[in-house]
C-alpha cells in the first residue's frame, strides 16, 4: 500500500517505477500466505522481474526526467482526485459493511503446480491457446511500433 | 522435531551455508586467476601464501582499505542500493539447493538444504530474474553515458537469456515430474543400461544441458557474452562509477550468481550428490557433500575455461543468437521431452 | 487468519491508487504503471476468492490476467517509444494535436 500511494507522490518516473515493484513484490508475499505458491512465483519472474525490467529500460532509454505541472495536471487533481476518493470509499464501505457476515480464516488452499497444471490444460485449454496467439500478435506488433520510420533499425555502430 | 531445534538447525545450516559460499566466491577469483594464467602459460599469483592461496585473502583486504569515491554527479539513494540488490540477490538463492541427503547427528536428522520448497526451481528463476534490477539500476544511477549504455545493454541481454533459461528448464521438470530441487535429484539415481547413470544430461536432457550452459553465461554476463562489462569495450560498463566496497560487491555477486548456476547445473544435470559411495559409515555421510562440491567445482573450471578460450559476441549477434536459435531450440526440446515422456507413459515397453 | 473483507479492502485500495494514478499524473510512463497497479488489485481479489471458494479457477485467473498484462505491457511501451519519436515528449498534456 505504501508502495501504491509512493507511485503517486514521486515526480521522477524512476522513483514511480521501483515503488511499483515493491508494490509486486509485497502482492507476492500476499499470495504465499494465501497459499497461491505458483502464483506468487509466477508474479516475482513475469511481473516484478521482467515487466518492470521492461519498464525501467524505457524510462532509462528515453531519459524521462521529473514532471511538471501544467494546467491540465491541475484541473485533473482538482476534480479526480475528491471523485475517486469518493469511489474509494464507497467501494470500502460497501465491503466492509458486508463484513458482519461470518468472517472466516484464509487458511492455505494449496496451489499445488500440478492442480494448476491440470486446470489450465484440461479445462481452460481454449484460453491458454488464445493467449499465447495473443502474445504472439503483441510481439509483431511491438516489434512492427518501435521500428525506426526509415525501415528496419540499423545494427549497433560500433563494431567488434 | 521441537520448534527450538528446529530453529537451532536451520540458523547452523544457514550461517554454514553462507560461509561456504562466501569462501567459495573468493576462492573462485583465485581459481580464475590461476587458470587463466595457466591457459596464457603465465603462473598467476604465487608469492602470497603456497600457490597463491592467500591472494583472496590480500584482495579483500585492498578493497577494505580503498578509498571510497563517491562522485558528485551520481544518484546517491539508487548510487548505493544498487550494488546492495545485486549481491543480496545473488546470495540468497543458495537457499534451496540441496547439497546431500537426509544427515544424522545423535537423535537430530535433518535434510543438508535449508528449505525445500515444491517450487525450488522457481524460486531461483525468480531471484535471478530480480537479480537484473541490481546491474539496470547500477547503470541508470552512474548518471555516465558509458554506465548506462553497458547497464542498458546488460539488463536486455539478461532478460532475454532467461526466457530460454526457463525453457531449457522445462524439459528437466517434465522427466521428474516435479518442481522441487530434491525431487529432481531424486529422480536421477539409479542407473540404466547396466552402467551409465541415470543422470539427466545422459538420460535424454543433453540438448537442454547445452541450452542451459549457454543461457547461464549469458545470464551471469561471462565471455563470451560479456560485452556489458568488457574492459575493452564500454570502459568498465555498469560499475564503471564504482569503487572499492561497492565495486567488490558487484564483484562478488557475478561469482555468487555463477556458483549458484553451477551448483544448479549440477543438480538438474548431473545427478547432484550421486556417485559412488563406499567405505564407513562417517565417510558415507560426507561422500554425497564431496561428489556435489567435485561436481561444483567442474563446472567453475568450465566457466573460467570458456572465458578464456572464446572471443567475444557482439552485442547484436548476441541477441540474435538468444531469440533467434535458443529459444526455438529450447521450445522444440520441450516438446520433444514430453512427447518421449507421454509416450512411455501409455506403452511402457517402448524406451 | 485474516477476514476476506481485509484482502478485498486492499485490493480496492491498490485499485483506486491506480485510478488515481491514471487521472493525475502527466507523464505517460507513470500512467502505464497505474494501469499495471490496476491489475495487480484486481489480481489481488482473484486470488483472495480463489482461497475463501477453494476454487483454483481463481489462480489460473490470475495466470491468464497476467499473460495480458504483459502482452499490453509490450505493445504499450511500443506505443511510447513511437509517441516519444514523433513529440520529442513524455508529457501527455503536449500531444494534444492529431497532427504534429
Known sequence: MAGAVNLLAQSHPINSALSLVVVMASLAAEYLLLGAEFVAAVQVIVYAGAIMVLFLITIMLLNAGAEERTNGSRIAIRIGVPGVATGGVLIAWTLLHRADRQAFAIGALKGDPSDIARLLFHDFLLPFEVTSVLILIAIMGAVVLANRPEGVARGPRKDG | ?351 | MVPLSCYLVLSGILFVCGVLGFLIKRNIITIFMSIELMLNGVNLSFVAFAAQWHALSGQVFVFFVMVVAAAEAAVGLAIIIAVYRTRETLNVDRVNLLKL
Open chain 2, 1 to 351: 522435531m521441537s520448534i527450538t531445534a528446529f530453529v537451532i538447525i536451520s540458523i547452523i545450516k544457514s550461517a554454514a551455508v553462507v560461509g561456504v559460499l562466501l569462501t567459495a566466491v573468493a576462492y573462485s577469483v583465485w581459481l580464475e586467476r590461476k587458470v587463466s594464467a595457466h591457459i596464457q602459460n603465465r603462473w598467476g599469483p604465487t608469492r602470497v601464501g603456497p600457490f597463491g592461496l592467500l591472494q583472496p585473502l590480500a584482495d579483500g583486504v585492498k578493497f577494505i582499505f580503498k578509498e571510497d569515491l563517491t562522485q558528485p554527479h551520481v544518484y546517491k539513494p539508487l548510487y548505493i542500493a544498487a550494488p546492495i540488490i545485486a549481491v543480496v540477490f545473488a546470495i540468497s538463492s543458495i537457499a534451496v539447493i540441496p547439497f546431500g541427503n537426509f544427515v544424522e547427528i545423535g537423535p537430530w536428522g535433518t535434510y543438508l538444504q535449508i528449505t525445500d520448497l515444491n517450487i525450488g526451481l522457481l524460486v531461483v528463476l525468480g531471484i535471478t530474474s530480480m537479480g537484473v534490477y541490481g546491474v539496470a539500476l547500477a547503470g541508470w544511477s552512474s548518471n555516465s553515458k558509458y554506465a548506462l549504455l553497458g547497464g542498458l545493454r546488460a539488463s536486455a541481454q539478461m532478460i532475454s537469456y532467461e526466457v530460454s533459461l526457463g525453457l531449457s528448464l522445462v524439459g528437466v521438470v517434465i522427466m521428474a515430474g516435479s518442481l522441487s530441487l530434491r525431487q529432481i535429484v531424486d529422480a536421477q539415481g539409479g542407473v540404466f543400461w547396466h552402467f551409465i547413470p541415470r543422470w539427466n544430461i545422459f538420460h535424454g536432457q543433453t540438448i537442454a544441458f547445452f541450452i542451459y550452459m549457454i543461457s547461464a553465461y549469458a545470464e551471469t554476463n561471462r565471455t563470451p557474452f560479456d560485452l556489458p562489462e568488457a574492459e575493452s569495450e564500454l570502459v568498465a560498463g555498469y560499475h564503471t562509477e564504482y569503487s572499492a566496497m561497492k565495486f567488490a560487491m558487484f564483484f562478488m555477486a557475478e561469482y555468487a550468481n555463477m556458483v549458484t548456476v553451477a551448483c544448479l547445473a549440477t543438480l538438474l544435470f548431473l545427478g547432484g550428490w550421486h556417485g559412488p559411495i563406499f567405505g564407513p559409515p562417517i565417510l558415507q555421510a560426507v561422500m554425497p557433500v564431496f561428489w556435489f562440491c567435485l561436481k561444483v567445482f567442474f563446472f567453475m573450471f568450465l566457466y573460467v575455461w570458456v572465458r578464456w578460450t572464446l572471443p567475444r559476441f557482439r552485442y547484436d549477434q548476441l541477441m540474435a543468437f538468444g531469440w533467434k536459435f535458443l529459444l526455438p531450440l529450447a521450445v522444440a526440446n520441450i516438446v520433444y521431452t514430453a512427447l518421449v515422456v507421454a509416450l512411455r507413459a501409455q506403452y511402457p515397453g517402448i524406451f
